[in-house]
């Protein structure tokens, strides 16, 4: 089952925040986020656990709540650099390895 | 920082033909995937790989599609007779912790 990610789209100004997030509706053992930009490849972001931990990397950051299934990616004082397309790719509790991703979320920072 | 490699970058192929995607995953990974996503889409499971063979495959992956681990460092994809709708970018990736994908092919069946 696909996880939904909402929103669709987010257009931000420097230095402002946004959230994205990413809903399950099976158990899940893992979440992942990647950022792809156009033309390229997914770049792996962050890998958060159940145990509802909440993990950083420069200025952004997830959470993942175990009971709900549903991760959020926080990105503070955003930079030009973040513009990319986010997803979310959920591993279920079977932990198979198996990645099934969201639809994405693009995110654009205008100057 | 070690990568994944993938060949051709771009192919271009007639309905029906055979084509094989090459990947080179980081060495001293054990899990190996094939995703793919077709333009401006979400990224697709195919299969997943390990211990050479297949541990697990979507129902995209069917009887037309191959993978092979032929020396221990390659991985390929094969598309047996390509239809238009096989028309995507192709990923690659290998797994220690996140997953590394290769930077793809680009495959086009005309």
């Known amino acids: 089952q696909q996880p939904v990610q909402s929103p669709q789209a987010v257009i931000l100004r420097e230095g402002e925040d946004a959230v994205i997030n990413c809903s399950s509706s099976?158990?899940?053992?893992?979440v992942h986020w990647y950022r792809q930009k156009h033309g390229e490849a997914p770049v792996f972001l962050m890998i958060l656990l159940k145990g509802g931990e909440q993990k950083g990397h420069e200025k952004i950051s997830a959470s993942f709540n175990e009971k709900k299934q549903q991760s959020s990616l926080y990105l503070t004082a955003s930079q030009l650099s973040y513009s990319g397309t986010y997803f979310c790719g959920t591993v279920g509790s079977g932990n198979t390895g198996k990645l099934i991703f969201g639809q994405g979320t693009t995110l654009q920072v205008k100057p | 920082e070690p990568e994944v490699t993938q060949t051709p970058s771009h192919q271009v192929t007639q309905m029906g033909q055979e084509v094989i995607l090459r990947c080179v995953p980081i060495?001293?990974?054990?899990?190996f995937y094939w995703y793919r996503q077709i333009l401006g889409q979400k990224v697709e499971f195919l299969v997943s790989f390990y211990n050479n063979e297949i541990s697990e495959k979507s129902e995209i992956f069917d009887d037309q599609f191959s993978v092979e681990r032929p020396d221990g460092s390659n991985f390929t994809l094969k598309i047996r007779s390509t239809k238009l709708e096989d028309s995507a970018m192709y990923f690659c990736?290998?797994?220690?912790?996140?997953?590394?994908f290769g930077s793809g092919t680009r495959l086009t069946v005309v």
């Open positions: 099976k158990a899940l053992y893992s």
């Open positions: 990736a290998s797994q220690s912790y996140g997953y590394t």
């Open positions: 060495s001293n990974h054990l899990y």
